[in-house]
């Protein structure tokens, strides 16, 4: 009988793994109601490399796909990008971008990866910022870990409706819709 539970357990966190590849092994002990040790005899009997690991191939990945940015225009580190769909990146607040007296970010900073990661989605060599409505929840910290996600909503030719969402841990700091146009270049018509 536990043979069949530890197969069992072991075929669910490939499968949880596959789906959110940036899952520590803390979560995932919480998750299947393991220990820490078990979920990483678990992934090393399944050849799943550590976070650091997983997170570093799927950035090289994601990197790889980018079409409206170069690599050094996006602000934050890359974790997923599917053109059209969904994106993810990760910033964290150093001390050159946060407000001296107050210490918390400067909001262009966080606008910054925003509105670079909601450029990456767009299918095109060239995108741009259209408009966005845009909403501020909460200062960001320095030293925080700020997660931009962002989804295309609705694309209609060359325009397409972006959310992105800004989160510390599970805390939303920013939010916004962009509106943004893809641009055709010339010399490929």
């Excluded at 800004?166 to 962009?178: D, F, I, P, T």
Aim: charged share 30%; proline share 2%.
């Amino acid at each position: 009988m536990a043979r069949y539970i530890k197969e069992e357990r072991r075929k669910l966190l490939g499968e949880a793994l596959l789906k959110n590849p940036f899952s520590t092994d803390e979560e995932l002990s919480e998750q299947f109601k393991v220990s820490v040790s078990t979920i990483r005899l678990d992934r090393g009997e399944l050849g799943i490399p550590e976070l650091r690991e997983r997170t570093r191939a799927v950035a090289q990945e994601a990197y790889s796909t980018l079409k409206s940015l170069d690599d050094r225009e996006l602000i934050g580190e890359l974790l997923e990008l599917v053109i059209g769909e969904r994106a993810c990146s990760k910033l964290t607040i150093d001390e050159s971008m946060v407000l001296t007296k107050a210490r918390v970010a400067r909001g262009h900073y966080l606008f910054a990866q925003a509105n670079s990661l909601a450029i990456a989605l767009v299918d095109a060599k060239v995108a741009l910022t259209g408009s966005v409505e845009l909403k501020f929840i909460r200062p960001v910290q320095l030293g925080e870990v700020v997660i931009a996600k962002g989804i295309v909503l609705k694309r209609k030719q060359n325009k397409y409706w972006v959310q992105i969402l800004v989160s510390v841990g599970s805390e939303e700091v920013l939010k916004g819709n962009w509106i943004l146009f893809a641009i055709e270049d010339s010399a490929d018509a």
